[in-house]
């Protein structure tokens, strides 16, 4: 079973890493610091992950409170009653009446059953949706710090302007900066993959599968500008 499902330590301890790869070889860059964002999210949310394979004890104890409830109502609407009113009636369509209503009120019981255990599954769904939206966030700050990292200003030909961002001179150094980029990308998807294990919904699932598409096609992109670099062809 330990290579079936991911591991949240693990998942954080790849995160510490690389933060301290990128306090290492770029310690003055911005990156450092959202890999720091990085590490404090991914324990922040596998607490929310695996605080949501819990259930909800205190909605399920009104739910057995709610259909004991109902079961006493409809012992008492749906039988005594109608007994008590056949009686003193003794009137074959009353009766029949009496049958249908307890037939209705039992549908009616069973319907507002199901939609009290459905109400758990939006709750938690809920719940996800809230931490995956602040890890979408942290993926597009990722994106914003690659986008200036060009291929192009490491060819000869390349002059920048007055408003030219800060640039890596170094195609080593480059490369290595937008490789941190799509490690940090890759372990965001794996962040949100751990809701998915969490939480056995649909709804979930397609989420996070948003989060994924969304950090591989970022990540898709940066290694096409490493490829570039270490193709020695740099884009014009």
Not at 52 to 70: D, H, M, Y
Not at 81 to 108: F, K, R
Not at 128 to 134: E, P, S
């Amino acid at each position: 079973m330990r290579y079936r499902t991911l591991d949240p330590k693990l998942i954080i301890d790849t995160a510490e890493r690389l933060e301290e790869r990128i306090a290492d070889r770029f310690p003055e860059a911005g990156l450092r610091g959202v890999a720091a964002e990085l590490v404090s999210l991914s324990r922040d949310l596998a607490k929310a992950a695996k605080a949501l394979e819990e259930p909800i004890w205190w909605l399920r104890g009104a739910i057995v409170a709610a259909v004991v409830a109902g079961a006493l109502i409809f012992l008492f609407v749906g039988t005594i009653l109608p007994l008590i009113h056949i009686s003193q009636a003794d009137d074959a369509v009353q009766s029949v009446q009496g049958i249908e209503a307890t037939i209705n009120m039992l549908i009616l019981a069973v319907l507002g059953l199901l939609a009290l255990i459905r109400t758990e599954e939006r709750i938690k769904r809920k719940r996800v949706f809230r931490q995956l939206h602040g890890l979408r966030s942290l993926i597009h700050v990722i994106d914003m710090h690659q986008l200036t990292k060009d291929p192009a200003t490491l060819s000869a030909n390349f002059k920048p302007t007055a408003n030219s961002p800060a640039r890596i001179t170094n195609a080593a150094d480059l490369a290595r900066y937008l490789d941190y980029c799509s490690e940090m990308l890759s372990v965001t998807g794996k962040i949100a993959a751990l809701f998915a294990q969490s939480v056995n919904d649909d709804v979930v699932i397609d989420g996070v599968n948003d989060i994924e598409n969304l950090s591989s096609n970022l990540s898709r992109k940066i290694w096409q500008k490493i490829t570039l670099i270490e193709a020695g062809s740099p884009s014009k």
